[in-house]
């Protein structure tokens, strides 16, 4: 009996000695999971850490609830901070309080801005203490799930004066984030112009706390449904998928779109287009290298190298491509750029073209500029009359003044045109047909189709020869009049009106 009561003793003893540590434990253990907490978050991404509100509740669980997280570069209070969080909260087991690894389940962050310095900030960081240093703490932590919906991320570029390259992530998730390894993701992207949803997935990581800009980035991404109307002069519903890979601050992309009704304003015809590309985003500069785009368009291809790039002073970016084309139908191009319903001309079509799209919220059609030449070869133009008129002209041109029933003349176009505020103006534009051949300078309208040309119809018929019987001797002595470079018959002519409605006529100031 002695004994028991002994052994009982020492038990009430013992367990108000439990007691008393664990309220010591208890009213400890918020101090250290907070510092912890902080430490951790130090240590993985090397720079200072500031928190408003900081939270932690031990029973029944560890939870954590903080507001206004704020990591920045060490010691740079000039530039925005690298990491901001508006709200965050997780919870944690006792027990993974004494792994060596600790397993977080989940951590919620709401209102998470991460901003990007470019390298070259980031290489002047060169006091901080963690600078290259192994991150032992930070590596023991793995996270199950990171969920930030509403998230962004600004890139900023070299220039301070330059606004920031911004993405908006209205959905992402993060798995199994530390141990210095990739985290797989989903996300999506909300895409300004044109207005669509991008969804992607893929690995993001490890983190790179040194270089954050050079963190590998690799997935697929599907952009769908994109509203091509919210860019003006445009329409069309986008649908866009491929790959990427990379760094955070370049990143490669292999891809393709189809965009079944795509249209200009100035036209109102939609057809179907489709490309595939490889890109280049750059993070430092926000721009985006285009090498090469390949196209469809209906029957036609080309192919276009170039970019899109950021302007000083300007909100939107400026488009600058080089377009070839070897394979393409005159009636295609026609069709996406004129009013007709029906393409005035038909034939193949090589080009060769300088594409420049300034920044601005006017049309494109009024914001597009060209600078090139093309070569059309076995044109015919649709109208039956002015078909028929350049089979006459063939025919009086070689001399025969006897109607042909067919009016099946091919002919040869070639020029040089430059595109400038919706107005369309050629150089050494020629057109021939067997017999004849006509040169031309001028303007036209894109808006309502005005044509204003000037130029000269040259035959190598002589003016006698174009006639018979006595219209023909009594114009034999103007031959020399018409012979002017070249040509049995040198006429200037002037071409105005629309290009559904063409007036054909003579320059009689220049003939005398």
Do not use: C
């Amino acid at each position: 009996m002695h004994k028991w009561l002994i052994i009982g003793g020492v038990l009430v003893i013992l367990g108000f000695g439990g007691v008393i540590l664990s309220k010591q434990v208890a009213a400890r253990l918020p101090g250290y999971v907070r510092a912890r907490a902080l430490s951790t978050v130090r240590e993985h991404f090397a720079g200072d850490v500031d928190v408003g509100d900081l939270d932690v509740f031990v029973y029944p669980r560890i939870v954590l609830r903080g507001k206004d997280l704020v990591v920045r570069l060490h010691g740079r209070r000039d530039i925005p901070p690298l990491i901001a969080v508006k709200s965050f909260s997780t919870e944690i087991g006792f027990g993974e309080l004494f792994r060596r690894t600790r397993h977080i389940h989940k951590i919620t962050l709401e209102g998470l801005k991460v901003t990007m310095p470019p390298v070259e900030v980031r290489r002047q960081d060169n006091a901080n203490p963690l600078k290259g240093k192994k991150v032992p703490g930070a590596s023991r932590v793995v996270v199950d799930e990171i969920v930030a919906d509403g998230a962004e991320l600004d890139m900023l570029v070299q220039d301070p004066s330059k606004p920031p390259h911004i993405f908006t992530i209205s959905r992402l998730r993060l798995q199994h984030a530390g141990l210095g390894r990739p985290m797989a993701y989903q996300a999506t992207l909300t895409n300004p112009v044109p207005v669509g949803e991008i969804d992607s997935h893929g690995e993001f990581g490890p983190w790179q706390r040194d270089e954050p800009r050079l963190t590998p980035l690799h997935g697929d991404y599907t952009f769908s449904h994109a509203d091509l109307s919210t860019i003006h002069g445009l329409s069309g519903i986008l649908s866009s998928k491929g790959q990427f890979n990379g760094l955070l601050d370049r990143i490669d992309v292999q891809g393709e779109t189809t965009t079944p009704d795509f249209g200009l304003g100035i036209s109102g015809h939609p057809v179907p287009l489709e490309t595939t590309f490889h890109a280049i985003v750059d993070g430092t500069t926000g721009n985006t290298m285009l090498d090469p785009v390949h196209a469809k368009l209906l029957n036609s291809e080309f192919v276009a190298r170039g970019g899109v790039y950021r302007v000083p002073g300007q909100k939107y970016r400026r488009v600058l491509l080089d377009a070839v084309s070897d394979h393409s139908r005159l009636e295609d191009l026609l069709r996406l750029a004129l009013k007709a319903d029906k393409p005035p001309m038909t034939g193949d079509i090589s080009f060769r073209s300088r594409i420049d799209i300034p920044p601005g919220k006017g049309a494109i059609a009024d914001r597009l500029k060209l600078d090139g030449d093309f070569h059309i070869s076995s044109a015919q133009f649709s109208q039956l009359d002015i078909q028929s008129k350049v089979a006459a002209l063939s025919h009086r041109g070689r001399g025969q003044t006897e109607p042909e029933s067919s009016g099946d003349v091919a002919s040869d176009f070639a020029g040089k045109f430059v595109l400038g505020a919706g107005l369309m103006t050629f150089s050494k534009l020629s057109f021939g047909v067997p017999g004849a051949s006509v040169h031309l300078d001028g303007t036209y309208a894109l808006n309502d189709q005005e044509i204003d040309f000037r130029g000269s119809l040259r035959l190598q018929a002589t003016l006698s020869q174009l006639t018979t019987g006595w219209k023909s001797a009594l114009l034999k002595p103007f031959d020399r009049l018409f012979e002017k470079q070249g040509a049995g018959t040198f006429v200037p002519i002037t071409i105005t009106g629309t290009g559904s409605d063409p007036h054909f006529g003579l320059d009689l100031h220049r003939v005398f």
